[in-house]
């Protein structure tokens, strides 16, 4: 046997040449497997799959959502608590304020008449009045009664008209035959009036 025969066979695999099957073959991606599927446990890892995941996520969205939304009803009930408490305290304080008039009204609708005389009578209703307005005043009324006064259609409602003796006096408020009423800026009530007109 000379030199090149000596090579080859000391290159040449034992046996028959096939592969030891108890051996694994570290190309393989079965090695890295168990044999039920799972990865192997020398990594260590976990492996949780996508639909367990996004379920997991999905619960905790609904939980945080179920929590706000009973968060934000509780508000809403409570808002519209304190608003109608808030509603009924204002009430009180105006009506506190009517209290004294009223007790007025009261005496003065139980007088004996034949004790009394009506200018009397006269005197304590208009005393009632003041005591009524300046309530009111205090809670935002004001009395609408513009005579002399340019004619405003969006505070006064002309009922009729009459002539105007000269120019400056051309619609104008001439006679008010029903105060109007405005509280805290809304218009309860125009003021029903009279305006001169000028035809010259």
Do not use: C, W
């Not at 290159?11 to 051996?23: C, F, H, K, V, W």
């Not at 073959?25 to 090695?31: A, M, T």
């Not at 006096?169 to 009279?194: C, E, I, M, W």
């Amino acid at each position: 046997m000379d030199r090149s025969d000596e090579v080859a066979s000391s290159a040449a695999p034992q046996g028959d040449g096939a592969p030891d099957p108890t051996e694994p073959d570290p190309l393989s991606v079965d090695s890295y497997m168990s044999t039920d599927g799972s990865a192997a446990e020398s990594t260590g890892a976990t492996v949780m799959s996508e639909p367990e995941v996004s379920h997991e996520s999905m619960t905790e969205d609904r939980e945080r959502y179920m929590r706000l939304a009973a968060e934000f009803d509780n508000y809403r009930k409570r808002s519209a608590r304190e608003r109608q408490e808030a509603g009924a305290r204002a009430q009180g304080d105006l009506v506190r304020q009517f209290v004294d008039a009223l007790d007025d009204i009261a005496r003065f609708a139980h007088i004996d008449a034949s004790t009394v005389s009506s200018a009397t009578v006269v005197e304590g209703v208009e005393m009632v009045e003041k005591k009524l307005m300046k309530a009111l005043g205090a809670a935002g009324l004001e009395i609408v009664n513009p005579i002399g006064e340019l004619f405003d259609p969006q505070k006064h409602e002309a009922v009729a008209t009459e002539l105007a003796s000269s120019k400056e006096q051309d619609h104008t408020v001439s006679k008010v035959y029903q105060q109007g009423y405005v509280f805290n800026g809304q218009l309860l009530r125009p003021a029903r009036v009279v305006v001169r007109q000028f035809n010259g």
